[in-house]
């Protein structure tokens, strides 16, 4: 099992920025995935940026050029720094890790909310 909290949502004007930061509760190692993802009223959870298991990053069309995922393996940390932030990205986001080997798992967090407004 994997706990994950997320920190540092909040409101924020259009064209701000914020970092959000995932903490797991344990290293983790093997076959795996970890990313962000957002899911905003009314609509499903959707992929904002991710590592695939080879250590390459995913970004989701909508973020790219805005928003940089990374991580610090030593802190069992995943970070998301969200700049020039609109009204469309506001959600709540979750921290993801989706485990293939040696176990299976695919963890969340509960979840910290993002509100862009003026």
């Known amino acids: 099992q994997v706990q994950l909290v997320e920190s540092g949502g909040g409101l924020v004007q259009p064209g701000g920025s914020l970092s959000l930061s995932c903490a797991a509760s344990?290293?983790?190692?093997?076959?795996?995935?970890m990313g962000w993802y957002r899911q905003a009223p009314g609509k499903q959870r959707e992929l904002v940026a991710r590592f695939t298991s080879g250590g390459s990053t995913v970004y989701a069309d909508s973020v790219k050029g805005r928003f940089t995922i990374s991580r610090d393996n030593a802190k069992n940390m995943m970070y998301l720094q969200m700049n020039s932030l609109t009204p469309e990205d506001t959600a709540v986001y979750y921290c993801?890790?989706?485990?293939?080997?040696?176990?299976?798992?695919?963890?969340w967090g509960q979840g910290t909310q993002v509100t862009v407004s003026s």
């Open positions: 993801n890790v989706l485990q293939f080997a040696p176990s299976s798992g695919n963890y």
């Open positions: 344990r290293s983790i190692s093997g076959l795996y995935t």
